[in-house]
């Protein structure tokens, strides 16, 4: 799901270089790049959506028009709009929050952010593809319910009852290459809360696979920790936060709640795609974007900056070795006896 903004220049390290001025020209030679296709699908090709798509791929063009239609591609089989809470189809998924393994919290961070709590410990079901189904029906929901002038979200990652075991190397890969690659510039920050010492292990072996800018926006915090208490203190009201997290929040995961919850707002998503908002993936706007295919955006590109599929097939590489390794290691005695866990994002 997109929303249409206003474009505003980002005061990113990485985009200082460019003036606003700058910044517009390669958002419209980018929206050029698209065609028609531009005009019928308003939301993803917006100045905001294109903005992400480049500041993604370091402001190259060549590469964010490539990574925008892919993405354009993506959404036309994917279909994310289409999943619902309880459909009686393939693409019910309500089964996949019973233990709360991933949900939006019903407040904001202080910056505005819309918050999602993954525990990974919670894992309830072993189909990578409806946990992936459920992962973006979650992304889109927290799009759904960003404020106006807000496109990223927080995501708290709970460690409880997380072991090397709930590693999962398939939807892993898969998790990331559908962040990476269809939800570019979305994540403000990830807390990792309490992650036990193998974890952090893990962290050490996949962090040089990733963007600066990416792994910059991941802190790991302890509730031991005086500063990580400030570090929570700065992001979140504390009155609404979970005590889990170091709150004083006594509210946890209720399943029935957010279940209707989420059927409120899968009818606020079907009267936004029914409004004309979300444009139709269409066999035609298919057909258009296939003869609008750059010819000279290969990742064969070494020059370029940005990312490439060949990149991302080493990161994915390494971070099989790295997962090996990991699962070869021995639970911290402190870690298990303490119940502290990780996750995979």
């Avoid at 925008?68 to 959404?75: G, N, S």
């Avoid at 029906?137 to 990223?152: F, G, P, R, T, V």
């Amino acid at each position: 799901m997109e929303k249409q903004m206003s474009f505003k220049k980002r005061e990113s390290t990485t985009d200082k270089a460019l003036s606003h001025e700058e910044q517009l020209a390669k958002i419209y030679e980018v929206r050029k790049m698209m065609g028609p296709i531009a005009d019928r699908l308003p939301a993803i090709c917006s100045e905001d959506s294109i903005s992400r798509y480049l500041r993604a791929r370091n402001w190259n063009t060549k590469k964010a028009g490539k990574m925008l239609k892919e993405t354009i591609k993506w959404r036309s089989e994917f279909k994310p709009e289409k999943i619902q809470w309880v459909s009686n189809a393939p693409e019910d998924i309500a089964q996949e929050a019973e233990t709360g393994k991933m949900y939006r919290a019903n407040y904001y961070d202080k910056f505005g952010r819309t918050v999602l709590i993954l525990r990974p410990g919670f894992q309830n079901t072993n189909a990578v593809n409806k946990q992936i189904m459920y992962l973006v029906y979650c992304m889109e929901n927290a799009i759904l319910n960003m404020s106006s002038d807000q496109e990223q979200m927080a995501w708290l990652i709970d460690f409880q009852q997380w072991n090397t075991s709930s590693i999962s190397l398939k939807a892993t890969r898969e998790t990331a290459k559908i962040l990476q690659n269809h939800y570019p510039e979305r994540l403000g920050i990830g807390i990792l809360y309490n992650p036990p010492k193998v974890f952090e292990s893990f962290w050490t072996m996949v962090k040089p696979f990733l963007e600066p800018k990416t792994h910059k926006k991941v802190k790991f915090v302890y509730s031991d920790n005086p500063q990580s208490k400030k570090v929570m203190e700065d992001l979140f009201n504390m009155d609404k936060l979970e005590s889990a997290f170091g709150g004083r929040s006594s509210g946890g995961f209720d399943y029935e709640a957010y279940g209707q919850r989420m059927r409120e707002d899968d009818k606020k998503m079907s009267s936004f795609v029914d409004s004309g908002c979300s444009s139709a993936y269409s066999p035609s706007i298919m057909s258009e974007l296939q003869r609008s295919e750059l010819s000279s955006d290969q990742c064969s590109e070494a020059s370029d900056e940005g990312g490439c599929s060949s990149c991302d097939k080493t990161a994915s590489s390494n971070l099989e070795v790295a997962n090996e390794k990991v699962q070869g290691q021995p639970h911290d005695s402190k870690d298990v006896a303490n119940g502290n866990t990780k996750v995979a994002v």
